[in-house]
């Protein structure tokens, strides 16, 4: 069976530090992933996604960059942080050709002081 | 551009009330539509998918319409539990190109004993 991974859990960075949130996925081969923003009390914002290794396209422009070193393995990159990018950071994956529905990961909550 | 809205944001109802969850989107064109459930500060689980030539879709106590001429879903609950308190997020995945899911911001529900 296809299982997700996500960490760290939580994590609180001071404004204009890095970050570095990582995202695993087992039991499929060349998944496409995602990576979402949760603000409070609001839905889930696509920020990034990609079909394969070194692929990948953004939805929003911010201060973030992803990367995918690894069929299975997906990188959310901040050179420095903003008050703004707190949130709750989730990753999915959903089969080779987009498949019929995402699988989500456990999340990251991200609070910038 | 398509939008998607929830209404309710926050519900609260006592422990065995039949409620009753609305979605609407702005554009027609999607490739389907799927309820999920937020635990807080967990990921999303799918809980009913509909496909865009389908009116509706049952699993357990829980039954989704799809109106596509309207822009219109309900996700409707029978005989509420305490263990259906989460946040209900609809997403509906645009035609063509990749999974791509557009969210809603969610309803809250709280059923109380």
């Known amino acids: 069976s296809q299982t997700i991974h996500q960490w760290p859990a939580t994590l609180v960075q001071p404004v204009g530090s890095p970050l570095s949130l990582e995202c695993t996925v087992e039991g499929t081969s060349n998944p496409n992933l995602y990576w979402y923003r949760q603000a409070a009390g609001r839905g889930l914002q696509l920020l990034f996604y990609s079909v394969g290794i070194g692929q990948i396209s953004s939805e929003v422009p911010q201060n973030l960059s992803a990367s995918r070193p690894q069929d299975r393995q997906f990188i959310l990159s901040s050179k420095k942080l903003l008050l703004s990018d707190s949130g709750f950071y989730l990753c999915?994956?959903?089969?080779?050709?987009?498949?019929?529905?995402?699988?989500f990961g456990p999340g990251t909550r991200l609070l910038v002081l | 551009k398509q939008e998607v809205t929830q209404i309710p944001a926050a519900l609260s109802v006592p422990e065995g009330e039949n409620l009753v969850l609305n979605c609407s989107f702005t554009?027609?064109?999607?490739?389907?539509l799927q309820w999920f459930r937020q635990d807080p500060g967990k990921g999303l689980t799918s809980l009913l998918l509909?496909?865009?030539?389908?009116r509706e879709q049952t699993s357990g106590r829980l039954n989704a319409s799809l109106d596509k001429s309207s822009g219109r879903s309900t996700l409707y609950i029978a005989a509420s539990q305490p263990g259906d308190s989460a946040t209900y997020l609809c997403?509906?995945?645009?035609?063509?190109?990749?999974?791509?899911?557009?969210f809603g911001a969610g309803t809250r529900l709280a059923v109380h004993p």
């Open positions: 997403a509906v995945r645009i035609s063509g190109g990749y999974n791509k899911l557009i």
């Open positions: 999915a994956w959903s089969l080779e050709g987009g498949g019929e529905t995402q699988y």
């Open positions: 509909i496909q865009s030539s389908q």
């Open positions: 554009d027609s064109a999607i490739y389907n």
